[in-house]
């Protein structure tokens, strides 16, 4: 594991895009793993940064998301589609087809999944696998549990996921109930995986993914095990980590 210690989210995110511009230019045709959240939008605005100056070229970039919220059509503005499009891709030379993110309007969860998760098994999994952190341990839509799930599959929400986010729709019974996501293997298999942290908020949780036990119950914990793990944490993240 590496571990960046930053002075505050902007460097964070600055550091986070170097990483993932360095990647972008030594391998042009790589598989991104991307995901959304508060956490990557300022990492997303230092790689349309290095575009609009010539330093960065996606047009061979595939990128792969790692949920989706069931239910939600691309054009819905709650839709992870529509956060990826109107955070980074509309800013930047991407190729609209080699764009993957799990199909919010499909009905049949599971063929939906297994399309999915076939998918990314061709690409021989990302190349990096960007990640946020979930202040209980969550990855992607990955929540704790007695067991970890290895594949793309559905999710029923947690409460206290629908709780955290339904500020972002009119009331609580308008956040979806099902997400789709990738499973824990599916992550695993990215050859590095970039987890970015900010907030003393995370700090708790930063602390127990990085140097706790490996268990379903902190499914960050699990990235312990992953041969190229970078984490880029901000000052603030990192208060309990000496
Ligand atoms: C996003 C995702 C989530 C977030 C996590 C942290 O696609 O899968 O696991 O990374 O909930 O969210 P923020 O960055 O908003 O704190």
């Known amino acids: 594991m590496r571990l960046y210690c930053t002075k505050d989210y902007q460097k964070m995110s600055r550091k986070a895009a170097g990483i993932i511009g360095a990647q972008v230019v030594l391998k042009p045709d790589s598989v991104l793993g991307l995901a959304t959240g508060s956490t990557p939008i300022g990492t997303y605005e230092y790689l349309i940064k ?19 919220y069931k239910g939600l059509s691309r054009e819905n503005d709650q839709s992870y589609y529509y956060f990826m499009y109107h955070h980074l891709f509309k800013d930047i030379n991407i190729n609209m087809e080699r764009v993957n993110i799990p199909d919010g309007t499909k009905e049949d969860g599971d063929a939906e999944c297994a399309r999915y998760e076939s998918l990314i098994e061709q690409y021989g999994g990302a190349d990096l696998q960007l990640l946020g952190l979930g202040h209980n341990g969550h990855i992607g839509f990955n929540e704790p549990a007695d067991e970890f799930v290895k594949n793309t599959h559905c999710v029923a929400l947690t409460e206290s996921t629908i709780e955290a986010n339904k500020r972002f729709f009119t009331s609580a019974d308008d956040v979806p109930r099902h997400a789709y996501t990738m499973g824990i293997n599916t992550i695993m298999k990215a050859k590095k995986i970039l987890l970015i942290v900010s907030g003393e908020d995370k700090a708790e949780i930063l602390k127990k993914s990085l140097f706790g036990p490996v268990t379903s119950q902190v499914p960050a914990s699990i990235l312990q095990l992953h041969k190229d793990l970078v984490v880029v944490a901000d000052e603030a993240a990192m208060s309990l980590i000496k």
């Not at 290095?50 to 330093?55: F, T």
């Not at 960065?56 to 989706?68: A, H, P, Q, R």
């Open 50 to 68: 290095g575009y609009q100056n010539k330093d960065l070229d996606f047009s061979e970039i595939t990128t792969v998301n790692l949920d989706e």
